[in-house]
């Protein structure tokens, strides 16, 4: 049996004890009314109650019990026949046997075709001996005589409830791993994306100037010093990066609009290149802000490294249902690809790196350059309905 499967049939297995006690008390109950000598009926009452509390007990216990299924199987079949020594075949005992079908059902499925036939048969027996000791009316005959299928009618409805919640558990499990997949291959994209936009450049040039290190001792020891100052510097620089690293991936963006002013600020004072700064007051989830932020960090680091520019541009305002981030320089331009995948395999992956952040805040991500005209980068990010009112709400 599978672990959906067991996990199905214990909890279905509860039900139909539960089910199966609450009808058979009932019926005991109302036969109080019916006859002179109760004791029969109260000693129904009082079996079936202990009998069901063993069993849940039991399953609560151990719920790998639904695992035995034969045995328990035969454990409920003699329950079964001492509720009818003790009923003398009244209706309690139809009400048990029924109870007990549908667990067959829930414990074998369809296969529990023979456990099914085997109480027919006994209830057959019972109800032909009651008719031969009385005459009841000939439209109660045809009644009566169809007390002995509830039990298989219960059990083919208690084996399909079976196959259909043991069906709904493992697509769940599915979905559930699927999901976890999904999510640690999205966490390892994002610390690919953290580490090339920081500490990935600066081992790559502390590992450049290592190679040439052995041949510059050879040649030019005073020069081969001041390299080794230099790899020195790096390595202290990559680990001070992934430091701020670290504590970035744990800070929490509270608002967006303040930190692209202060990170366009910070930029331009360490580059001395003039930024000009349009923000409006945006209410974004955390996740967005982080990764706009990022975005933001990686186009100015590009700029400094390859525009040329004298002049950068950077936006942040709401859009309908969203809204927009914008930076834009006047450097030298470049060809942007059709395709980012020519990039990657070149080994540029900042600007694939923020395409893949763009997606990961669930906007778009646009480039329109040119060489000689300069660039400009454009992010789009959707946004609730409530989070757009309260952005629209703070201009």
Known sequence: MSVGRAVAAAALARAVLIGRAAATVTAAAAGLLLVHDRVPVIAVIALVVLATAAQLAALGRWPGLVTRRLAAIALDSVLVLVVLAVSHGGVAYFCYAAGAGAVAGVLLGLRALPVWAAHAALGFTV????LRRTEPPVDLVAFVVAFP??????????A???????????????LVASAQRSAVASERARLARELHDSVTKTLRGVSLAALALPSLLRRQPALAEHL??????????????????LEEMRFDVRNLAASV???????????GIPVQVSVAAVDSPDSVS?????????ALANVARHAGARQVAVRLAPRPH????????DGVGFTVPADLTGLQSAGHFGIV?????????????RIASAPGYGTRITVSVPLDDRAHRRSVGAL
Do not use: F, K, P
Request: net charge negative; hydrophobic share 50%.
């Open 228 to 245: 080794a100052g230099t790899v020195v510097a790096g390595a202290t620089a990559a680990a001070a990066q992934a430091r701020e690293l």
């Open 261 to 271: 002013d202060e990170l366009c600020r910070a930029w331009s004072a360490s580059t």
């Open 149 to 158: 299928m509830a039990g298989a009618l219960a059990g083919v409805g208690a």
């Open 353 to 365: 790196g923020m395409n893949e952040r763009a997606r990961t805040a669930g906007g778009a991500l």
């Open 290 to 298: 982080y990764e706009l932020t990022r975005i933001l960090r990686e």
């Open 322 to 329: 969203g809204l927009v981030l914008e930076i834009s320089d």
């Open 160 to 174: 399909v409830a079976t196959s259909v919640l043991t069906h709904q558990l493992e697509l769940s499990t599915q």
């Open 127 to 130: 109800i032909a001996e009651m």
